[in-house]
C-alpha cells in the first residue's frame, strides 16, 4: 500500500495512475493529511513532494523516523540537488525521484524499496529473538548461582535437624519443631529446583495432573 503525499492535485492524480494496477495507493493533500494517516494505517511506502506548505518533505521524513512508523519513505522533487538528495538519506528517506517521473523508474525503486523494507523488519524480528534468548540465558545463569548459595546452607540446616531428630529422639516437642524444619528445608528446595527448571529450554511436555491436589498444596 502506497500513501502519495502531494499539495498539486495534478500531480497526485499523475502518481496514482502510474502506481494503480500494481499497488494499493491512497493520496492526501498535505504532510498533515499524511500524518493523520500514518496514525490510523500502516502503509508499506510514502511517497512525498519536496516543496508542500506547512510541512515540507523533509520535514515529514524526519516526523516519520522519529515516530518510528512502520514504513519507508522516497521524496519526489522537480527541483533535485546533490544537497536535497543527501540530506533526505541523512534524515532516513529510502530514495528519492526526479519530476516528472518515469514510469518505470518508479516502479523499480519502490519494488527494491518494499524488499529492504521487509528484510529490515526480518532482521529486527531475528535480532528480538537473539535478545530473548539472550535474556533467558543470563536469567538461567543468575538462577544457577543463586540456587547454588541456597543450597549450601538449606543442606546444612536440612542434615542439622535430621541429626538432631536422630540424637534427641525422646523429645517430643522437639521432634515436631525439628520435622517442621524438615518439611519446610524440603520445600524450600523443591522452590529452588522449580525456579531452575523454569530457565532450562528443555522440549515441552504435557502430562495429566491430579487438578485437586495441585490445588491443595497450592
Avoid at 492526501?28 to 494517516?37: D, L, P, Q, R
Avoid at 506547512?54 to 521524496?75: A, C, P, S
Avoid at 514510469?103 to 523499480?108: A, D, G
Amino acid at each position: 500500500t502506497i500513501l502519495v503525499v502531494d499539495d498539486q492535485f495534478s500531480d497526485r492524480e499523475l502518481v496514482k495512475d502510474i502506481l494503480e494496477g500494481d499497488f494499493v495507493v491512497e493520496a492526501v493533500g498535505s504532510a498533515k493529511e499524511s500524518i493523520e494517516k500514518l496514525n490510523k494505517k500502516q502503509y508499506d511506502v510514502v511517497l512525498a513532494d519536496l516543496m508542500m506548505p506547512e510541512i515540507d518533505g523533509l520535514q515529514l521524513v524526519k516526523i516519520v523516523k522519529e515516530n518510528n512508523y512502520d514504513t519507508e519513505i522516497i521524496i519526489m522533487t522537480a527541483y533535485a540537488t546533490v544537497e536535497t538528495a543527501a540530506e533526505a538519506i541523512k534524515l532516513g528517506a529510502y530514495d528519492y525521484l526526479t519530476k516528472p517521473l518515469n514510469k518505470q523508474k518508479v516502479l523499480v525503486v519502490l519494488k527494491n524499496c518494499i524488499e529492504a523494507h521487509n528484510r529490515a523488519k526480518e532482521v529486527k524480528l531475528l535480532q528480538q529473538k537473539i535478545f530473548n534468548i539472550e535474556k533467558m540465558l543470563t536469567i538461567s545463569q543468575f538462577s544457577a548461582s543463586i540456587a547454588h548459595q541456597l543450597r549450601n546452607p538449606l543442606f546444612v540446616i536440612l542434615s542439622t535437624a535430621t541429626y538432631l531428630t536422630e540424637k534427641y529422639s525422646q523429645d517430643k516437642e522437639l521432634l515436631d519443631n525439628l520435622a517442621l524444619i524438615i518439611r519446610n528445608s524440603q520445600q524450600a528446595d523443591k522452590i529452588i529446583y522449580s525456579l531452575l527448571r523454569t530457565t532450562e529450554f528443555d522440549e515441552i511436555k504435557l502430562e495429566k495432573v491430579p487438578l485437586n491436589e495441585t490445588v491443595r498444596q497450592t
